[in-house]
């Protein structure tokens, strides 16, 4: 019972105002923590690969990034169709903001995979079944930011941009399973298998640890970002003119 009144409570803008900005500091050092341990055991600590060298360090940045794309799509679409379902303002917002970092993630991906397709393929590009859908999803969020700026009234903004979040999501189980459905040149999973993970613990455990750290730095990118819609959203409000009022003070 006190959870939901805490969600429900932190479903109001003003209360996630004041909820978030405490929480971000908090999460920013602990991301800048995970980030320090996460880089210094994958770059310095983890073995050189037998086959790949050193270039496979890049695996760090590079899996992490494509993890955040497919978690960060899944969680704006989501709120999405809690948003468009109960009419949830606070839910849109989460949509809206996610997709600017979702598409940076998606973005990221792409290029540290470029790098490191190069040495392995010979090739910066291939139209590979995995990087052609992960090129789909940036056009997505791309598509959905593109959407919401559209429209001068912001609930069909909301609706047409979450619409497209919701179709969208028949691409990221086709991300997920594109390395076993078809032959491709991408490797296949390693870590998110049934059995033992096939990568020994020194280089597993960096990874795990970056891709904790890249999660919790879309947490406070998020929030920043959602707090600054709110203050768009609700400027009209009390709440907000007392606020603005102290920080000109």
């Known amino acids: 019972m006190r959870l939901f009144r805490f969600f429900h409570r932190f479903a109001s803008p003003r209360e996630f105002f ?3 900005g405490s929480m971000i ?10 980030l320090l341990i996460g880089l210094y055991l994958g770059l310095f600590v983890a073995p050189p690969d037998y086959q790949q060298g050193e270039s496979y360090r890049i695996m760090f940045i590079h ?8 978690f960060v799509y899944m969680v704006m679409a989501g709120a999405a169709a809690i948003g468009l379902i109960w009419r949830i303002k606070l839910a849109h917002v989460i949509a809206i903001s996610s997709a600017p970092i979702g598409a940076s993630f998606t973005f990221l991906a792409l290029v540290t995979g470029s790098l490191w397709g190069k040495p392995m393929w010979g090739a910066w590009w291939v139209w590979d079944a995995r990087l052609t859908s992960e090129l789909i999803l940036l056009f997505l969020y791309l598509g959905v930011m593109a959407l919401y700026a559209a429209f001068e009234e912001r609930r069909t903004a909301q609706r047409a941009a979450g619409i497209l979040a919701i179709v969208g999501v028949i691409n990221v189980p086709i991300i997920h399973y594109s390395v076993m459905w078809w032959n491709t040149l991408h490797q296949g999973p390693t870590v998110t298998k049934f059995d033992a993970p096939s990568i020994h613990f020194s280089m597993l455990a960096p990874l795990l640890i970056m891709s904790v750290a890249f999660t ?3 947490v406070v990118v998020l929030l920043m970002r959602a707090r600054w819609e709110v203050l768009d959203q609700e400027q009209r409000s009390n709440w907000v003119n007392d606020y603005l009022e102290q920080l000109s003070s």
């Open 25 to 34: 500091p908090w999460l920013a050092a602990t991301t800048l923590l995970l």
């Open 18 to 20: 004041r909820i978030a």
């Open 63 to 70: 899996v992490p990034s494509a993890w955040m794309s497919l």
């Open 216 to 218: 919790v730095f879309y």
